[in-house]
């Protein structure tokens, strides 16, 4: 099954959002779509050119109502959330995706206080890298959580053969 997926890029300028449709295109649903939301375009290209040598397809979002957005559109596998963004900081995003999601989230931020970090964590951030950071380093991360959640078809097959478990 294909879905269409539009990639955007917004860049505030001043008190004005600018949306700039960056990419559109048909993904495969097999396709893995990381969700950037971070106010810097600088970051949310270098993350995304990083992202997509690994095959992700990226979408992004400068600010935090449309990281919600975006994440109710494109159902990403993994989301590299900033904490420090306009319209609703990365934190109120975070809580809200925990209410109806486990999708694996990495907080990147230049927030470097270990009281953040540990709020970031408590909240059910799945890691934290701290601003600034290595793009390389990032993708080892995101590579590490993403083989945490990713369950084989053979795993499946091991795992239902066990009486007490069940998958769904």
């Not at 420090?84 to 470097?112: F, H, Y």
Request: hydrophobic content about 45%; aromatic content about 6%; charged content about 25%.
């Amino acid at each position: 099954m294909f879905r269409k997926v539009h990639t955007f890029v917004t860049l505030s300028q001043s008190d004005d959002v600018i949306i700039f449709l960056i990419h559109k295109g048909v993904v495969n649903d097999l396709d893995k779509v990381v969700l950037v939301a971070d106010d810097n375009e600088g970051i949310i290209e270098l993350l995304s050119t990083y992202l997509r040598k690994e095959g992700f397809e990226v979408v992004a979002a400068c600010n935090g109502e449309e990281a919600m957005v975006q994440f109710r559109n494109c159902n990403p596998v993994l989301i590299l959330l900033d904490i420090m963004m306009p319209v609703k900081d990365g934190l109120q995003v975070l809580r809200e995706i925990r209410k109806e999601s486990n999708t694996p989230i990495i907080m990147i931020t230049a927030k470097n206080e270990d009281a953040d970090m540990i709020m970031g964590l408590d909240i059910g951030a799945d890691d934290y890298v701290i601003k600034p950071f290595s793009p390389g380093a990032v993708m080892a991360r995101v590579k590490a959580v993403l083989r945490r959640i990713d369950v084989t078809e053979e795993q499946k097959k091991t795992l239902s053969r066990s009486p007490n478990w069940k998958l769904t």
